[in-house]
């Protein structure tokens, strides 16, 4: 596979995203530079174990990894998982734009023939 | 087109999709009820759906195919699991094998879909949640190829004119 670097416009897409304020502060950190959990306690001003929680959060949708270094855990960012989902709803997307289209057209056709109701298309054809 | 927001959350792994039509709640509920309705918007354009099923009650379960350029065919289902005429519609779409049962192996979206008065229109929302990154991959991979197929034929056009 392929592994591109970021465009920042990837990266703002990707992080508009994602709700959390500190989650994507904790995410853009990493990125940068793989850090340690009590590090971005101090960072965020919160408890080890809050953050703690922000990461395993992270974690699971694969947008950070921990690495043991010692005593400490340190927690990088995942460039690859992020582009992969964005590229992924991005398609999703095009598929949700395709269905409005054809929506409309459809609307659009019940406008000018009113009478077509839900029959099946043999029955519509009959006498 | 009146598409008035997108937004993606790959941590979430949902995507959000609002648009809005010229026509009241209730025809707009039609092409999600009217199983002739929904087959022809429902599969991409070079993926026709036939709808061979659809019970549009809570519990029911909707069967359909698409078929593919080559003729090839790729079934699914639904199964329906809120529904609030004319305003909200939840269901689980997935595929399916040859003969028509749900293939448990693949990835299941969840789908929720909210109708409500916009001026003279509607704006549709409808909210995909999918389980994981892989399965995402999966779903889109019929897409994409579509959306290539289709940026290309813009290409073309562009470049014939």
Known sequence: ?127 | MTVIDVRKDPQALTLTFVAEFEAPVERVWEVWADPRRLERWWGPPTWPATFVEHQFVVGGRSRYYMTGPEGEKAGGWWVITAIDEPHRLEFDDGFAGEDGEPNTAMPTTHAVVTLEAAGSGTRMTTVSTFTSLEDLERLTAMGMEEGMREAMGQIDAVLAG
């Open chain 1, 1 to 127: 596979m392929v592994v591109r670097e970021l465009s920042p416009d990837e990266v703002d897409r990707i992080f508009h995203g994602l709700a959390d304020a500190t989650r994507r502060d904790i995410v853009e950190q990493v990125l940068r530079e793989a850090q340690s959990i009590s590090t971005l306690a101090r960072r965020y001003e919160m408890s080890f174990a809050a953050v703690q929680k922000h990461v395993a959060v992270l974690e699971r949708a694969a947008l950070v990894t921990k690495q043991r270094r010692g005593r400490e855990q340190l927690v990088h960012g995942n460039p690859e998982a992020l582009q992969r989902a964005a590229r992924l709803l991005e398609d999703y997307e095009r598929i949700w734009r395709h269905r409005v289209r054809a929506i409309e057209d459809i609307l659009a056709e019940d406008v000018s023939s009113p009478d077509i109701r839900t029959q099946d298309p043999e029955e519509r054809t009959g006498p």
